[in-house]
C-alpha cells in the first residue's frame, strides 16, 4: 500500500493542485505549504507545460505566469525537493516534459528524478493507458503510482484498459471538456461514480469542483476523494493581479482547503454506511 | 486495425475524454474511407469532382522550364474550390462525420485555408462550423475570415499566447474535449492523433494520384523530383504518397526557414518553422513527430512569413520519412519565399500562396536539384497574402517585386 | 468574309485609325480562330485546360434544388484559374495577339476580373499589359488592381467622369488609336467593333459546349432553362450559345436592377444597368446595340452594386436575340443581389460574385420559371467583392446576412 | 462646287474647331465669331457627345463642360442658326447623336435640321466608311459635304473606299492617336498627304497642330487647309479657369486665329508653285 492510497484510507481526500512557480518560486512555496496546513491529503503539483491542452482558462494563466517567471523541470524538481509538507505529492505534467528530461529518450531519467526529490505518484493528461506503458513501467521500477484519468465518455473495455493500470488513485473527471471551477455540481458525476464501483481503487473527482458545498455533495455521492484545482488557482491569480502579500494569499489558500475539507468530510458523515475501501 | 505509428512517430497522446472519439473515427476511417463502406469514397470522389474542381491540371511552366533549364511542371491545386488543396481534406472530413452522425464541427486555421475550406465543406454539406483563429493570424489574413463569416461559420479568436496556429490547435482540442459527442473535430494537416496523419494523406493523396498519371502523359516517365512546402505537411504528404515507392524520384518539403534558423533559447523562440529539418522529438498534439522545442521539451514559439507554415511540429509520417532518407527536409527563408512569390506572379501570371511560394524559392536556389523533369505543387493562391505581401515587399529590397506607386495609403 | 452584323446590331463604328487594325483582327480571327490555321484553336484548348483549368464542373446543388423545388445545376465558371469565365476570353485573345505578332497588350476592366484575367493571361504568354480602370472601380476592387500589378500589368487610373467602365473602354481605346500598330486590344466582354462581339462569344462558348454535354450525361436531357447575369454579356453569350438552337431551353439575361429601374434625365443617371430589359437601340464603343441613353443619345451613367455589371451598353449579339424573343431579358435589384450572395455563400458553400449574384436573384426571385431543371452560370467567385459587401451589406437590412461582429473597425 | 470646297479654292484654308457650348452658350457664340473674324475659312463645330473616344484631354474637358452648362443637340441647332458668321460651317460629332436625333430612327432627320440652320458639312469620327451609307445618303439629299478622316494607318482599298465618298475636303490625320495640341509637327504629315495626291479633293491636316509656325511648316508640305482644335480650346478652358471675361478670350481666340492663319499662308508661299486646285 503506497503513501497515496492510505491518504484515501480513513475518510475522504482533499487532493489540491496547484501550478508550481505561480506565480514566482517562494510565493508558490508558501502556497502549496499553506494548503498542507488547511487539510491536504495529497498534492498535485502542477510542472507548467507551454501547451497546456486539458485546462481552461484558468490553469492556463497559472502554467503562463509559472513559466514566464522562469520555472523549468529542474527548478520544479528543487522546489519539490524543498518543500516542507507531509503529505504524497503527485506530478502532474505532459508528456513531452516526461518524454525529454535528461539526457536519454524515453520517460525514466524523469521518473528517477522525480522520486529522488520524493514525488510519489504521476497524473498526465495527455497520456491515455494506449501509450502509457513506458511510462508506467518506469514508475512500477521506482515504486511512483500511475494515476490516470477517466472521462464520462470512458466506458466498456476502455475503462477495464484503465483501470487494470491505474495506481494510487483514479482521477474521475465530473464532466467533459477542460479544467476550470464551476457554479454547479455535474450531473455526470454520480454516473461515472457508479461505473467505478466493480474496481476497489480510491476514486477522487474532479473538475469543476469550487465550493466547500460542491465537495460535501460529491462525497455524499460516493467519491473517495475531491481534486480541486482552478478554485484554488482563481486565489492565487487574484492575489497576483491586486499585487497582495505572499501571506495574505497563502491564509485564504489555507482557508479555502479548510473550507473544502470540512466540506468533504462532512459529506462523507451523511453517506449511508457502506462497506469502507480496503 | 490500422497501425497508429510510422516508425516511431505518430501515436494518440490525447486526454482520455478525447480517446473514445478517436477510436470512434479510427473506426469510422477504416470502414468508409479504407473499405468504402457505403459507398463513402465515392461519394467523396464525387463531390470532390464536381464541388471542388477536381481534376487540378499539372501544367508544364514554360517560363520556369527555360529559367532552371528543366522541365518544370506545376500541379494547380490553386485552382481548386477555395483556393487551396486544403478542401480535400475538410471536404473528406466534413463528410465523414456526417456518416458518423455528428452534429457539429470545429476545426483550427492558421492561415485561414483550412478554416475556409473546412466553412465551404460544413456549408455545403449542412454542418454548422465553428473555427479556431489566433488573433494573429486573424489580422494577417482578414479576407479568409471573412469569407468564412459569409458561408455561416463562427470565427473563434484565441487571444492566449502568440495567437497563431499551435494555440488554434490547442484550443480547438478543448472545444472537441468539451463537446465530443455529438462533434467532429476536422483537423488540418496530416498532423494529431492517429488516425488523422494517415486519413489526412489519404484525402490529400489524390494529388500525387492525378500528378503521377499525369506525368507519364504528358512525358511518358516518372519525374526526377517532386517539391512541396511543409507546414504540417498534409499538400505535402498529398503531393509525395504516391511517389514513395518510386525510389527514382527525389521529395523534397520546403520548410519555412523564417527569418533565420538560429533559435533563442531564452526566449523560447525559433525564428523559422523547421520542423523537419531543425527539430528533434517528441509528442505534441495527440503524436510524437519532430519539434520544434527547448532542450527542456517547451514547445517554441515559430515564425514564417506565411501564416500556414507557422507551426512548431510536423505530421509524423514526414518525420519518419525524412529519418529513412525518402524525403529531403530543405528550407526557404523568407526575403527568397517572397522573391518567388513574386517571380512566379510575373513569370507564370499565377499568384501564389506564401506557403507555396516556398516551395519555388526552392527551385530558384536549387536548379540543379531538379533534374530533367520536376513537379511543383502549387498548393494555393495567393490572394488570402495581398495584404501581407504588400506590408512585408515594403519592409524590405526585393529585386522581383513591382513598384506598388498605386497603392499609396498603405494596406487594401 | 464574317458578317459584323446579327440582325440590326453590331458593326464597326470606330475611329478611322483602327479601322485597319480591325481588318487585320477580322483577318486573324477567321484565320486562326474559326479555320484553326497553325493549330491556334489546339494550342488554346490546351492552354485553357492546362493554366486555367478547363473544364469546369457542372454541380448539383442540393440546396438550393431543394429550396426551389427544380434541379438546380451550376456551371462553376469561379473555378477557372482567376476566378471568373474572363480567362477564356483574355487568354483566347492575348494568344491570338501573339499569332498576329502584336508585342503589347491593353485592356479595359470594370469589376477588374477582365483586367486581371488579361494580365494572367499576358504574364503567361510574356506579353506586356496595361490596363484602364476607372478610379471609382480601382476603389471598389483594390485586391483586383493589387493582382494585375503582381502579374507585371500597369494599371492606368482613369479619372474623367463617374470612373467605372464606360469610361475605362473609352480611354482603352484611346491607347488603341494610338499605338495601334503594335499593340492588341484585349476588350472585355461581347461588345466593341466587330469581331469582337463574335470572337469573345466564341471563346467564351466553351461554357456551354462543356454544360450541355454535362447536363445530358448528368441527367439525359437538356436543361429547361439557362441562367446568366449579362453586364456586356460575356458570359451571358458564352453559357446560352449552343442552346439556342434547342428551342425548348429558355434562356434569361439577368441584368442588374440597380436601386430603381426609373431614369434620371435630367441628371443622365440610370439608377441600373438593365441595357437589354430598358435600353433602346444606339452607338457605342463601336456597335449598335441596345443603350441606356436619354431622348437624344447621350450615354447614361449606369449603376449597379457589382462593378462588373455597371454598363450602359450590352453585346450586339444579346440584343438580337432578345428582338427576337430567343433570349428574356430580366432584372435583378441590389438588393436582392446581396441577399442572394449571402444565401449561395450559407447554403452552397461557393460565395459568388456580385454579378453572379444576379442570376441567383433571379431564380429566388421567380423559382416558378426554372423548370425541372436548370442551369445557372456561376460566372465568378467573390473573393474580389468582400469589401464592397461589408459595406453594402452594413447599410442594408439583409436577412440572409451573417452578424458582422468580428469585423468591428469597418473593411478588410 | 459646295461653299467648301470654295473655301480652299484660293490658298490654303485655317478650320477651326470648337466645342459648341463651352464653358456656356453665349460665351461660345462669341468665341466662333472671332475665330471668324481671325480668318477661318471653314468652321468645325463640335456637338459635345458623352463619349469622345476620338478626343485627348483638351477636348474632353470643352465637351465636359459644354454638356455640363446643358449642351443639347436641339440647342446646337438653334446655336447655329444664330450664329453671325460668314463661313461654311461643318458639324463634328459622333454618331449615335445623329442617329437617335428626332423620331424616326436613322440619320435623316439630324441632316435634315442640321441644313435647316445652315450646317454645310459634317464629319463623324466613329463612322468609318463601311458603316457610312444611311448618312452619306442623306447628306447627298440635302446638299451637305460628309467629310472623312484619312489616318495614319490608312492606305490601299480602305484609302481608295473612304476617297470614293469623302466629299468637301479629306481630314487627314496628323498622327496616330486622340486630338491634343502638340509642341512639334507629325513627321507622318508629309507621308499621307503624299498618299494622297492622286485625289483631287482639298487636303486639310489636323491633329496637334498648335503655332503659326506649324502651320507654315504643313501648309509648305502641301496641306490645302490646316485643322486646330485643341490649341483653341486651350484658349478657352484658360479662361474659363481664370474666370476672365469672355471678350478678352474672344480677342486671345481671334489673335490665334490671325497667327495660324498666317502661318498657313506664309507655308503657301514659300510653296514651289504647283498646279492649283479646282
Ligand atoms: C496554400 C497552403 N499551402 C500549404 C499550407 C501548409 O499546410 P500543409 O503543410 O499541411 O500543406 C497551407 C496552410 O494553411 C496553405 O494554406
Ligand atoms: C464574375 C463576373 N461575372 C459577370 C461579369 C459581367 O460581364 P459579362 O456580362 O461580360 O459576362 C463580370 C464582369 O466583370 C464578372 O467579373
Known amino acids: 500500500m503506497s503513501r497515496i492510497d492510505e491518504a484515501f484510507a480513513d475518510g475522504p481526500a482533499f487532493v489540491p493542485y496547484l501550478a508550481v512557480g505561480d506565480p514566482d518560486y517562494e510565493s508558490s512555496k508558501a502556497y502549496v505549504e499553506a494548503l498542507a496546513r488547511g487539510g491536504a491529503d495529497v498534492i498535485e503539483l502542477g510542472l507548467p507545460f507551454s501547451e497546456p491542452v486539458a485546462e481552461g482558462p484558468t490553469i492556463q494563466g497559472a502554467v503562463t505566469r509559472a513559466l514566464e517567471a522562469g520555472m523549468t523541470p529542474e527548478t520544479y524538481f528543487e522546489f519539490v525537493g524543498e518543500l516542507d509538507v507531509d503529505v504524497p505529492l503527485v506530478c502532474m505534467t505532459y508528456y513531452n516534459l516526461i518524454y525529454q528530461f535528461g539526457s536519454d529518450a524515453g520517460p525514466r531519467p524523469f521518473v528517477e528524478r522525480a522520486a529522488e526529490v520524493g514525488i510519489e505518484g504521476i497524473v498526465v493528461p495527455d497520456l491515455p493507458a494506449e501509450e502509457a506503458s513506458p511510462l508506467r513501467d518506469a514508475c512500477d521500477d521506482l515504486g511512483l503510482d500511475l494515476v490516470f484519468i477517466v472521462a464520462p465518455t470512458t466506458e466498456g473495455e476502455r475503462l477495464e484498459r484503465i483501470m487494470e493500470q491505474v495506481s494510487g488513485y483514479v482521477y474521475v473527471q465530473a464532466r467533459l471538456g477542460v479544467t476550470g471551477a464551476r457554479d454547479d455540481v455535474s450531473d455526470k458525476t454520480d454516473d461515472a461514480l457508479a461505473r467505478l464501483t466493480e474496481w476497489n481503487v480510491p476514486k477522487a473527482v474532479g473538475f469543476g469542483i469550487k465550493t466547500g458545498e460542491h465537495a460535501e455533495r460529491i462525497v455524499t455521492g460516493g467519491a473517495d476523494g475531491i481534486i480541486v484545482g482552478s478554485a484554488l488557482v482563481d486565489i492565487v491569480a487574484e492575489g497576483h493581479r491586486e499585487a497582495r502579500p505572499a501571506e495574505d494569499v497563502a491564509a485564504d489558500l489555507e482557508a479555502k482547503a479548510r473550507e473544502l475539507t470540512e466540506g468533504a468530510e462532512s459529506g462523507y458523515a451523511q453517506r449511508v454506511p457502506e462497506p469502507e475501501h480496503t | ?412
Open chain 2, 1 to 412: 486495425m490500422s497501425t497508429s505509428k510510422f516508425g516511431e512517430y505518430g501515436g494518440q497522446y490525447v486526454p482520455e475524454a478525447l480517446m473514445p472519439a478517436i477510436e470512434e473515427l479510427e473506426d469510422a476511417y477504416e470502414r468508409y474511407v479504407l473499405d468504402n463502406e457505403d459507398g463513402f469514397m465515392d461519394e467523396f470522389r464525387r463531390r470532390l469532382r464536381d464541388f471542388g474542381g477536381r481534376p487540378t491540371p499539372l501544367q508544364h511552366a514554360e517560363q520556369l522550364s527555360e529559367r532552371y533549364d528543366s522541365e518544370v511542371y506545376l500541379k494547380r491545386e490553386d485552382l481548386v474550390h477555395g483556393g487551396a488543396h486544403k478542401l480535400n481534406n475538410a471536404l473528406g472530413q466534413v463528410l465523414l462525420a456526417k456518416y458518423m452522425g455528428k452534429e457539429r464541427i470545429v476545426a483550427e486555421t492558421g492561415a485561414g485555408q483550412h478554416g475556409t475550406a473546412t466553412a465551404m465543406a460544413a456549408a455545403h454539406l449542412g454542418m454548422p462550423c465553428e473555427v479556431y483563429m489566433g488573433e494573429r493570424d486573424i489580422n494577417r489574413q482578414r479576407p479568409n475570415v471573412f469569407r468564412m463569416r459569409l458561408n455561416g461559420t463562427e470565427v473563434n479568436p484565441v487571444t492566449i499566447g502568440r495567437g497563431t496556429l499551435k494555440e488554434a490547435i490547442n484550443e480547438t482540442m478543448r472545444d472537441w474535449a468539451t463537446n465530443v459527442e455529438d462533434t467532429h473535430y476536422v483537423i488540418g494537416s496530416v498532423v494529431g492523433p492517429h488516425p488523422f496523419p494517415r486519413m489526412v494523406r489519404d484525402f490529400q493523396s489524390v494529388i500525387s494520384e492525378e500528378a503521377r498519371e499525369q506525368i507519364r502523359e504528358q512525358t511518358g516517365r516518372l519525374p526526377d523530383s517532386v517539391l512541396a512546402c511543409a507546414g504540417g505537411g498534409s499538400n505535402t504528404m498529398g503531393a509525395f504518397h504516391e511517389f514513395t515507392q518510386d525510389a527514382e524520384v527525389d521529395l523534397y518539403a520546403v520548410e519555412a526557414g523564417g527569418s533565420s534558423l538560429e533559435v533563442n533559447e531564452e526566449e523560447g523562440v525559433a525564428p523559422n518553422s523547421a520542423s523537419l529539418s531543425t527539430g528533434d522529438e517528441g509528442v505534441l498534439h495527440g503524436a510524437r513527430t519532430k519539434l520544434l522545442q527547448d532542450t527542456d521539451g517547451q514547445i517554441m514559439e515559430s515564425h514564417s512569413v506565411s501564416s500556414g507554415l507557422d507551426y512548431a511540429g510536423v505530421g509524423p509520417e514526414l518525420a519518419h520519412l525524412v529519418d529513412e532518407d525518402r524525403v529531403t527536409p530543405v528550407t526557404v527563408d523568407d526575403d527568397a519565399a517572397l522573391e518567388a512569390f513574386h517571380r512566379l506572379s510575373q513569370d507564370e501570371g499565377i499568384i501564389p500562396a506564401l506557403e507555396t511560394a516556398h516551395a519555388f524559392g526552392f527551385a530558384h536556389e536549387n536548379p540543379e536539384k531538379l533534374g530533367d523533369v520536376t513537379i511543383i505543387n502549387v498548393s494555393g493562391r495567393g490572394d488570402k497574402d495581398l495584404e501581407s505581401v504588400i506590408e512585408e515587399t515594403g519592409k524590405r529590397d526585393i529585386a522581383a517585386a513591382p513598384d506598388m506607386d498605386v497603392f499609396t495609403g498603405g494596406g487594401l
